[in-house]
């Protein structure tokens, strides 16, 4: 999708005919029925629509969370806060939370921002456990445990957007959505297909600043929530 319809103003129909036409019934998630495309299925997503329109705008009102922040801490302080409401009103467990980066770093006025830094801070002060897996440096020492983390169950995961294929969570913060858009990479597509395919339940989108990715997203998701 980021790489076939880059022209926000006219690809949301064609998307919806096209792309979204071969998704599978059997995806109840509306996670699932946003981004998972088949090669075939037994009724198109129009049908679906038709048979349950207010059904599913009301879980993908639910389910995707699609905000700009003025800056990091703000984002992610909101996003901590949530972990801490949910788990304090036992909807939800430590394991049931992962954050996405896309890029460690985010550069702001000139100068690279760490996310995973900060993220750790107000995970610490609100006395959240979690765990890290990623290639990291500490105390001047490489860390990489992308193969070799402990994976507890009851702790927040935070690593990239990278790292977390194979993982998946009930709800999922990805921070700095727009720095796919910054990381000059080959296949910027899959760094956003990964992270957006993690949440099993609700996907939290944050970014700083507009950018290609964000637009077209944003597109996609007021398109399913009107339509």
């Known amino acids: 999708y980021f790489e076939k ?14 792309v979204l036409g071969l998704l599978n019934e059997m995806f109840s998630d509306p996670i699932g029925i946003m981004v998972r495309g088949v090669s075939g299925g037994l009724n198109t997503i129009k049908e679906i629509f038709s048979k349950n329109k207010e059904t599913l705008k009301e879980k993908i009102e639910n389910s995707i969370s699609l905000n700009q922040f003025e800056d990091l801490e703000s984002m992610i302080e909101k996003y901590v806060l949530m972990v801490s409401d949910k788990v304090d009103k036992k909807e939800a467990s430590y394991g049931d939370f992962l954050f996405i980066y896309p890029s460690r770093k985010f ?17 610490e002060d609100n006395d959240i456990p979690f765990e890290r897996v990623d290639a990291y440096y500490e105390d ?25 294929k194979g993982f998946d969570a009930n709800h999922t913060f990805i921070c700095g959505f727009d720095a796919i858009d910054l990381m000059q990479k080959e296949h910027p ?8 395919t993690r949440a099993k339940k609700v996907c939290n989108i944050g970014y700083l600043t507009e950018s290609e990715s964000t637009r077209h997203l944003k597109d996609v998701v007021d398109y399913l929530k009107q339509h």
């Not at 550069?107 to 995970?123: A, H, S």
């Not at 597509?189 to 957006?196: H, P, R």
């Open 189 to 196: 597509a899959e760094l956003g297909y990964v992270a957006l």
């Open 107 to 123: 550069p702001i006025n000139g100068k690279d921002r760490f996310i995973p830094p900060i993220i750790e801070q107000f995970l």
């Open 140 to 164: 001047g020492t490489r860390i990489d445990n992308r193969r070799t983390a402990d994976l507890r169950e009851n702790v927040v995961k935070l690593m990239t957007s990278h790292a977390s």
């Open 5 to 18: 319809y880059n022209k926000p103003e006219s690809s949301v129909e064609e998307i919806f005919n096209n």
